[in-house]
């Protein structure tokens, strides 16, 4: 990875989680960017994504704002074209979970 990309994916994360937290404040749900992978031309960007607390409903109101995070960013960044951004799941906390629970066995 370039070092622009980097920076582009560290802005990206920064900004989505200042939205997240605008958009979802007040609810049950909290959501936090773990991180982001943009492609090579900054057309597309993967946003992992933790949800707190990991049900489908609240990951259904993250993919509901999807839309709104789209435009945050077209707003905030100076870039030639706002990178697409797909939302994916990151179970990684849960898993971590229930592998310290067999362990505990």
Known sequence: MSLRTDKVNSLLAAEL?????KELGGGD??????????SADLRHA???????PDTDSAWQSVEDVRPDLQ????????LKRTPVIA???????????????????
């Open 71 to 78: 435009r945050h960013l077209a707003g905030r960044l100076e």
């Open 29 to 38: 749900t909290f959501a936090t960017v773990l991180s982001v992978e943009t």
């Open 46 to 52: 993967a946003c992992w994504v933790s949800v707190i």
């Open 17 to 21: 989680n200042t939205a997240l937290a």
């Open 87 to 105: 939302l994916r799941r990151d179970r990684s906390g849960t898993h971590a979970g229930r592998i310290t629970e067999i362990l505990k066995r």
